[in-house]
């Protein structure tokens, strides 16, 4: 059964100081001297981004994570997509995962969006006899016509975005992780953008996304997190979240 | 929708097929600008080989054509464990936007730099077929004993490049530690110069360097026209004791790569 466990997790992020903290000398010469020399060196000052948070999310649950900026929105969708390990407490999570934090990479800029999307469907796991339909169905979503042949180079930034957002969007996964609105291009593909996203959305078990809108959140999901320092201060259905957290804002001016 | 379980190879190398097309498709970017494309590997190691065959060869006075083989393997192996020793700090860094994107084990993309290496060692070795031939007079069917001494090599550098990939997204400056290290192993070990030229009491320190072993089970095989057993022993041990130790290593360390790559 897909599913997100969350038990009492620590998520930290190490800062990039000087370069002695980071230096296999100095982690040489303190290991070797049993740390009377350089022994400050395995004392990284970290960044508590996360701080003993317990979650569960549920098949069908569709979670909207609110708070301000850095809260740690980011930091709890980067650890359910997998991209960071909690440094300590219990992280559970069951089903594939398809994270939409950023978009643009993992492509060839000098071979054209066709050619590219032969080592994307590979990414995605996406079978060889299915190419030929991923690779129309890109093709109708993007409207790229004859740029779909032509190196990425020569796009411009808004036929960038619509190809890879066409792209990642085309597999359904268990878990959604999507990060705030993926803003994409002129208005007419952000509806299109929207309907694809929606769609996609409804075919996954669970939904984790992270946004600043009322509307997106009413629309999209049946239940909502409010975060603060790295906290869940509530937890419950998205108009009680939203209506707290708006009470929380007025609060501080 | 639950995943089957990989099995045998898979499980070990997960994604191995991907990591190679991804590779074979680094090789084509590298030269995609170029009208030579791949052959730009070839000239530059022809260059280096020759240059070091007419000289080395004059001064250690041995016949030219046998000198030529044992350095072109020589410096073919050595190219390709070195880039690797010294590239594999990189690798994960260098693969943050797919790694970050899609749902694939991030071993594969150390999987995927090490084949970029092995397929560059692919075609010296590919170039190196037609020396050989020219210049052994009595290839005997034991020179196809290189093979598995070829295999041990990637195995070794495997697991070699797991362990430092592990650790080189937590220590910037391990790249150029390698670097000088392989330097110094480089002048060290046999690659260019022969073990009988050192005399009879400095060459036995080259039998306790265990590269020199991983260079003799592909060279010894086609120069000698023997299997050389003792190499073959400690480059086997040595080769799945750094495969296992790479595993083992890179497992421990693996919830900890993410956060060293914000």
């Not at chain 2, 410096?75 to 690797?84: M, N, R």
């Not at chain 2, 936007?97 to 594969?108: A, E, G, Q, R």
């Not at chain 2, 080259?206 to 010894?220: Q, S």
């Not at chain 2, 120069?223 to 057993?229: E, F, K, M, N, S």
Request: hydrophobic share 50%.
């Amino acid at each position: 059964m897909t599913h997100i466990h969350f038990d009492n997790i620590d998520v930290s992020y190490p800062i990039r100081v000087g370069g002695r903290e980071r230096s296999t000398m100095a982690a040489l010469a303190a290991t070797a001297s049993f740390g009377r020399i350089a022994g400050d060196m395995k004392k990284i000052p970290y960044v508590n981004a996360i701080r003993g948070l317990s979650l569960k999310v549920n098949s069908g649950d569709r979670l909207a994570v609110i708070g301000r900026n850095g809260a740690g929105k980011s930091t709890l969708l980067k650890t359910v997509a997998g991209i960071i390990h909690p440094l300590s407490g219990k992280s559970d999570i069951e089903g594939s995962i398809l994270s939409l934090l950023s978009l643009g990479s993992g492509v060839n800029m000098e071979v054209s969006a066709r050619t590219n999307l032969k080592l994307i469907s590979r990414l995605l796991g996406i079978p060889k006899s299915e190419l030929d339909v991923f690779t129309a169905n890109i093709l109708e979503f993007t409207e790229l016509g004859e740029f779909f042949d032509l190196p990425l180079n020569t796009y411009s930034s808004g036929m960038l975005v619509r190809f890879m957002f066409g792209a990642v969007t085309y597999k359904p996964a268990d878990i959604i992780v999507v990060d705030e609105v993926i803003g994409a291009g002129d208005a007419k593909f952000f509806k299109k953008a929207e309907a694809r996203a929606r769609e996609l959305f409804k075919k996954s078990n669970i939904l984790v996304l992270s946004t600043h809108s009322p509307d997106i959140t009413y629309e999209l999901c049946n239940r909502a997190i409010l975060m603060s320092r790295g906290e869940i201060i509530m937890d419950g259905t998205p108009k009680e979240v939203w209506a707290e957290y708006h009470e929380a804002l007025a609060k501080e001016g | 929708m639950t995943s089957s379980k990989p099995s045998g190879l898979s499980r070990l190398f997960p994604k191995w097929d991907l990591a190679l097309s991804l590779a074979w498709q680094d090789i084509k970017d590298r030269f995609s600008r170029t009208v030579l494309g791949p052959f730009w590997i070839v000239i530059s190691n022809a260059m280096l080989v020759i240059g070091i065959t007419i000289v080395f060869g004059a001064l250690f006075k041995t016949p030219i054509a046998d000198f030529l083989v044992y350095v072109s393997l020589g410096i073919a192996l050595w190219t390709f464990l070195s880039t690797v020793m010294t590239g594999a700090s990189s690798y994960l860094e260098s693969g943050k936007n797919i790694l970050f994107t899609y749902n694939v084990p991030w071993s594969m993309q150390i999987t995927r730099k090490v084949f970029v290496e092995g397929i560059v060692l692919a075609i010296h070795l590919l170039v190196a077929i037609p020396v050989i031939l020219i210049a052994q007079k009595d290839l005997g069917l034991v020179s196809f004993m290189s093979i598995p001494g070829i295999f041990m090599n990637l195995m070794f550098a495997y697991g070699l490049a797991l362990i430092i990939a592990s650790y080189g997204v937590r220590y910037s400056d391990l790249s150029h530690a390698l670097e000088s290290i392989m330097l110094f192993l480089f002048l060290f070990t046999p690659v260019f110069w022969l073990e009988a030229a050192l005399g009879p009491t400095r060459s036995a320190f080259v039998h306790y360097n265990p590269l020199f072993h991983f260079l003799e089970v592909v060279r010894g095989p086609i120069l000698d026209q023997v299997i050389p057993v003792d190499s073959f022993i400690i480059a086997g041990l040595v080769s799945v004791g750094s495969l296992a130790l790479g595993i083992f290593i890179y497992t421990k360390r693996r919830s900890k790569i993410g956060m060293w790559m914000q």
